[in-house]
């Protein structure tokens, strides 16, 4: 049976959580948005993940610098400051009691419409900026077992259809890259460029392992992710060889390990790619590395955070 790799063990305690939208702490019945708002109407809008770590949100700068470039590059007025929103991400977190095992969705849409059309110019409130936190970390099972993809027809798009650069609420073809990778009993979609190079997965991005070297894809086509550039971080760091670039099918099928990369569950070793098993061990000995590593990295970021 497939799994997706954001599936988590229910937590009671979610039912009772605190969602911070526009100043005000809701709880989970009280938490809406009106059917007039930019997110629901159009997909209007960005959003980041957030894993939480010794009541730190992990790569914080680096997420809310990705959040300001998207808002800018469609215009939209996120209507708070870097370091306010920064105190209402820690502020919802002290109302939950949350310190660890947390992550947060962090979403901002234009706001509210005075009628169901595309045009910003409709839009006659601020932003509407949405924080949920949630008690939540992937499986173990998942995440010890590994991942089995399928290559799904979805293609990633180039820059001036939809610029996969920008984390916006769009992600229908994501959704249906990742339904016909769940039809085809996979847990994820490995999805190429327009070229037929592999680009990234349905929500995490993609890398492979090949006489000793860690491949990923160029990144032309594929979200600029947090997780992605830090694995490349620690890769440069520990000497190990990186590589941006174009590859094909074929090469993942030879390949000895891949793993896929994302704020949920971090390094995560596939195991099957089309039907073809990775021959290097589920984990291999450079996912195991690269887990280590990036733990590592999260702590160095949650001590300079503490300090």
């Excluded at 980041?48 to 590059?73: I, M, N, T």
């Excluded at 929103?85 to 992550?103: C, P, R």
Aim: with cysteine; charged share 20%.
């Amino acid at each position: 049976m497939s799994q997706s790799i954001h599936d988590f063990h229910d937590d009671p305690r979610n039912a009772d959580i605190r969602i911070w939208i526009n100043g005000q702490l809701k709880s989970r019945a009280e938490a809406t948005v009106s059917v007039f708002d930019s997110g629901f109407v159009l997909g209007d809008g960005v959003w980041e993940g957030l894993r939480v770590v010794d009541g730190h949100p992990v790569f914080l700068d680096a997420h809310l610098a990705r959040l300001w470039e998207g808002a800018k590059a469609i215009m939209l007025d996120i209507g708070l400051s870097r370091a306010e929103l920064t105190q209402a991400i820690y502020d919802t977190l002290a109302a939950n009691q949350m310190h660890d095992g947390v992550h947060i969705r962090l979403m901002v849409s234009r706001g509210v419409k005075r009628t169901p059309y595309q045009d910003p110019r409709v839009t006659v409130g601020p932003a509407t900026i949405v924080i949920l936190p949630e008690f939540k970390l992937a499986k173990p099972e998942t995440v010890q077992a590994g991942l089995k993809l399928f290559t799904v027809h979805v293609r990633r798009g180039y820059p001036d259809v939809l610029d996969p650069k920008l984390n916006s609420h769009s992600k229908l073809n994501c959704i249906t890259a990742c339904i016909q990778a769940t039809a085809a009993g996979a847990d994820e979609a490995l999805m190429l460029d327009p070229h037929g190079f592999v680009a990234t997965c349905n929500s995490t991005h993609f890398f492979i392992v090949r006489g000793g070297e860690v491949w990923t894809s160029s990144g032309d086509y594929c979200l600029g992710g947090i997780t992605r550039s830090n694995v490349i971080q620690v890769c440069r760091e520990a000497g190990i060889p990186v590589f941006e670039k174009n590859f094909s099918l074929t090469q993942v099928y030879s390949a000895e390990e891949a793993f896929c990369t994302g704020t949920f569950a971090g390094v995560v070793p596939v195991r099957e790619v089309d039907g073809r098993p990775m021959e290097g061990g589920v984990p291999g000995p450079m996912v195991l590395r690269l887990q280590a590593l990036y733990k590592a990295l999260v702590a160095r970021d949650v001590a300079a955070r503490s300090v």
